[in-house]
């Protein structure tokens, strides 16, 4: 039986009219039965499958034009730059600001992406958690959890209920600013700058930052008090009413 030999030239003539095409078509159109060499052929010139149709598609590397999200399609069938769906989930969860809901990622990506996310969280890789009713996908790692856990409680205020004025007047890069610098501090440090925060506002503060923290509305007035009250230490610590060392008397002999 006479071997058949593709020339990587041909395939790329092929992909360069075509974009994409299935593996059953290109053996139609190379005439072979055989599928390593289909795969031994793309494999030199560098390919990808697609995300949607259940990776039945392929194309080459430079064909691929991906826009700014790393994903590209041609006829509605779906590529990106991190490969499989599996892969492409994980990515746009760990990289996202505010961490993604199912619905927003197959807004994106514009396939069903549920099983992906619930393999996902089986083996650790990310991290879910109910914001507003929803299920949520964020990052497992640790400080990047929490800065997406903050911006999407801001995103939460500004579609469901609407920031207060004062709040919503600030732009969006000082709020960013804000939750950062907040997510960097500790429990009491949290507090304290909270309170201080609110302090700024005036009237209403207490419960705009809260709001804006996503921290409990009595924690805020706590650290307000404690803050404008004179009774924080140097190095963070809270002085108590009546607390310190208890002076000593001279005892008279």
């Excluded at 020339?7 to 190379?30: R, V």
């Excluded at 990776?55 to 590209?72: D, E, V």
């Excluded at 089986?122 to 996908?137: C, Q, T």
């Excluded at 950062?180 to 501090?185: A, E, G, K, Q, T």
């Amino acid at each position: 039986m006479r071997k058949i030999i593709i020339s990587p030239n041909e395939i790329i003539s092929y992909f360069d009219k075509e974009k994409i095409s299935t593996i059953n078509q290109l053996k139609k159109t190379f005439m072979t039965s055989s599928t390593m060499t289909i795969f031994r052929r793309l494999k030199s010139l560098g390919y990808l499958t697609s995300y949607s149709h259940r990776g039945k598609y392929y194309t080459l590397m430079n064909i691929a034009a991906f826009n700014k999200q790393g994903i590209w399609s041609y006829r509605s069938v779906w590529f990106s730059a991190q490969g499989n769906l599996c892969n492409t989930v994980k990515h746009f969860v760990t990289q996202s600001e505010a961490g993604w809901s199912s619905q927003e990622l197959e807004n994106i990506l514009h396939v069903e992406v549920k099983r992906p996310l619930l393999r996902l969280c089986i083996s650790k890789d990310i991290y879910r958690e109910k914001s507003a009713g929803v299920y949520v996908y964020y990052s497992t790692l640790p400080d990047v959890q929490r800065m997406q856990l903050l911006m999407r409680r801001e995103k939460n205020a500004e579609v469901t209920i609407g920031l207060p004025a004062q709040v919503e007047a600030l732009s969006h890069e000082l709020k960013a600013a804000i939750i950062l610098f907040f997510s960097l501090l500790d429990e009491q440090q949290r507090r304290l700058y909270a309170g201080l925060e609110a302090h700024k506002m005036g009237h209403g503060g207490d419960r705009q930052i809260s709001e804006l923290l996503g921290m409990d509305v009595h924690t805020v007035a706590k650290g307000r008090r404690e803050l404008f009250g004179g009774d924080v230490l140097r190095g963070g610590s809270i002085r108590k009413n009546g607390g310190g060392r208890k002076r000593t008397e001279k005892k008279s002999h």
